[in-house]
T-cell receptor, first 119, second 117 residues
Framework: GAVVSQHPSWVICKSGTSVKIECRSL??????MFWYRQFPKQSLMLMAT?????????EQGVEKDKFLINHASLTLSTLTVTSAHPEDSSFYIC???????????????FGPGTRLTVL | AQSVTQLDSHVSVSEGTPVLLRCNYS??????LFWYVQHPNKGLQLLLK??????LVKGINGFEAEFKKSETSFHLTKPSAHMSDAAEYFC???????????????FGQGTELSVKP
C-alpha cells in the first residue's frame, strides 16, 4: 500500500516551453502533497505544499508563477514548469500524506521522481 | 525550529563490516524522525521511523536506529554492509502539526554510503 507515482519519469524539452509533471497517490487519498527539487549530490529542497481544493503554499524563494501547482483531486497534484530554462533542469520529487492518517508524525510517501532536462 | 545535521557527507565501508551513519537533530518538542535511502536517480524509500514508541527502531534490510534524547541523536546502523547498501541516506525530522494539516519534513544534507568489495 501507500504507493505514489509520477509521470513522466523523465522529460527533455526546449527552452521556453512548459512541462507538466503529474503526481498520483494510487491506493490512498491525499489532501496534502509536497513538491521537492533535488540537484545532483544534494538534499531535497521543499518547493511547495499542495492542498486539495486550495492554493499551494510556496517556500520562500520559489516563484509561484514559474512553478504552477494544481491539486484538483484527492489523488492527483500537478506541477507545471512554465517557460522552462536550462537552470530549471533538475530532479523533481513529489510526496503525499494519507488523508486519514491522524497521527502527528507526518509520514510522507514519495514518488519515484521526474528528471527534467531543458535544452 | 527543528533542524537535522548529518555529521558525515560520505562514509566508506568494506562489505561485511558494520555501518554507522550519524544524525543529530534539534527540536523543541518530542520529534518524529525518519531515515530514508535513495539509490541513484530513484525516489526515496523509508528505512525506518521513530514516533515516540520504542527508542530502538528496527527497519528494513537489517538497518536499525536508536533515539537518544540526551544526545539528540538518531544514528543509523547495520551490523554487516552489503554491496546493495551503497546509496544516499537522509535523516529527516518531521515538523509538528495538528491533525492532517501541514507537517513539513526537514531533511539532512545526506550521507553517501560506499561499500567496497
Amino acid at each position: 500500500g501507500a504507493v505514489v507515482s509520477q509521470h513522466p519519469s523523465w522529460v527533455i524539452c526546449k527552452s521556453g516551453t512548459s512541462v507538466k509533471i503529474e503526481c498520483r497517490s494510487l491506493d490512498f487519498q491525499a489532501t496534502t502533497m509536497f513538491w521537492y527539487r533535488q540537484f545532483p549530490k544534494q538534499s531535497l529542497m521543499l518547493m511547495a505544499t499542495s492542498n486539495e481544493g486550495s492554493k499551494a503554499t510556496y517556500e520562500q524563494g520559489v516563484e509561484k508563477d514559474k512553478f504552477l501547482i494544481n491539486h484538483a483531486s484527492l489523488t492527483l497534484s500537478t506541477l507545471t514548469v512554465t517557460s522552462a530554462h536550462p537552470e530549471d533542469s533538475s530532479f523533481y520529487i513529489c510526496s503525499a500524506r494519507d488523508r486519514w492518517d491522524r497521527r502527528s508524525y507526518n509520514e510522507q510517501f514519495f514518488g519515484p521522481g521526474t528528471r527534467l532536462t531543458v535544452l | 525550529a527543528q533542524s537535522v545535521t548529518q555529521l558525515d557527507s560520505h562514509v566508506s565501508v568494506s562489505e561485511g563490516t558494520p555501518v554507522l551513519l550519524r544524525c543529530n537533530y534539534s527540536s523543541s518538542y518530542s520529534p518524529s524522525l525518519f531515515w530514508y535511502v535513495q539509490h541513484p536517480n530513484k525516489g526515496l524509500q523509508l528505512l525506518l521511523k521513530y514516533t515516540s514508541a520504542a527508542t530502538l527502531v528496527k527497519g528494513i534490510n537489517g538497518f536499525e536506529a536508536e533515539f537518544k534524547k540526551s544526545e539528540t541523536s538518531f544514528h543509523l546502523t547495520k551490523p554487516s554492509a552489503h554491496m546493495s547498501d551503497a546509496a544516499e541516506y537522509f535523516c529527516v525530522v518531521s515538523e509538528f502539526s495538528f491533525g492532517n494539516q501541514g507537517g513539513k519534513l526537514i531533511f539532512g544534507q545526506g550521507t553517501e554510503l560506499s561499500v567496497k568489495p
